[in-house]
T-cell receptor, first 116, second 115 residues
Framework: DAGVIQSPRHEVTEMGQEVTLRCKPI?????LFWYRQTMMRGLELLIY????????DSGMPEDRFSAKMPNASFSTLKIQPSEPRDSAVYFC??????????????FGPGTRLTVL | AQKVTQAQTEISVVEKEDVTLDCVYE???????LFWYKQPPSGELVFLIR??????QNEISGRYSWNFQKSTSSFNFTITASQVVDSAVYFC????????????FGKGTHLIIQP
């Protein structure tokens, strides 16, 4: 079975440019999460969706960040304009809603973003 | 507010030694879930175990075992007869259950197994 798919795996961009990260959750999973990992702050939740609806975006650092989930099999995280402090690994995770596994999140391989 | 503390930033042991990674959590919820994830040098996050707040039974999976104690709000992870392949960063995490909520992660423990 395919796991969570993220693209690109690596992204290098210059300050001020728009960056779009993509995620395809595991088929049948109803919840999708975006996390960011940095040395200073560790792993932190940015936003999560349930049945394609954003539930909690309190972790989104500022208005430059936006996330969408137009359908059950695709989500994007956009940064516009990007800044060097956005450099991090961005993880997407998905979770099933069946009773036995609620809350178990399965992570994608991550996108390593470098903003110069 | 939820909080997960992994006080051990880095642990280094020689292969075949047993090692325990500590995790202490804080939550006001009576229903919650605890997790351990492994992050090897390749960078992905690998799910290891999920435990709900009503199940305090210890769990063993091969060389891995977990000890959940609500009285001390701890969920410790022990690797028996460690191997070099166990070298990774290990994260403890908490969610408040009741649906698909985000995880609160500890800062992680970097485990180094020396040959």
């Amino acid at each position: 079975d395919a796991g969570v798919i993220q693209s690109p795996r690596h992204e290098v961009t210059e300050m001020g440019q728009e960056v779009t990260l993509r995620c395809k959750p595991i088929s049948g999973h109803n919840s999708l999460f975006w996390y960011r990992q940095t040395m200073m702050r560790g792993l932190e939740l940015l936003i999560y969706f349930n049945n394609n609806v954003p539930i909690d975006d309190s972790g989104m650092p500022e208005d430059r960040f936006s996330a969408k989930m137009p359908n059950a099999s695709f989500s994007t995280l956009k940064i516009q304009p990007s800044e060097p402090r956005d450099s991090a690994v961005y993880f997407c995770a998905s979770s099933p809603s069946n009773r036995e596994e609620t809350d178990t999140q399965y992570f994608g391989p991550g996108t390593r973003l470098t903003v110069l | 507010a939820q909080k997960v503390t992994q006080a051990q930033t880095e642990i280094s042991v020689v292969e075949k030694e047993d090692v325990t990674l500590d995790c202490v959590y804080e939550t006001r919820d009576t229903t919650y879930y605890l997790f351990w994830y492994k992050q090897p040098p390749s960078g992905e996050l690998v799910f290891l175990i999920r435990r709900n707040s009503f199940d305090e039974q210890n769990e063993i999976s091969g060389r891995y075992s977990w000890n959940f104690q609500k009285s001390t709000s701890s969920f410790n992870f022990t690797i028996t007869a460690s191997q070099v392949v166990d070298s990774a960063v290990y994260f403890c995490a908490l969610s408040d259950g009741g649906g698909a909520d985000g995880l609160t992660f500890g800062k992680g423990t970097h485990l180094i197994i020396q040959p």
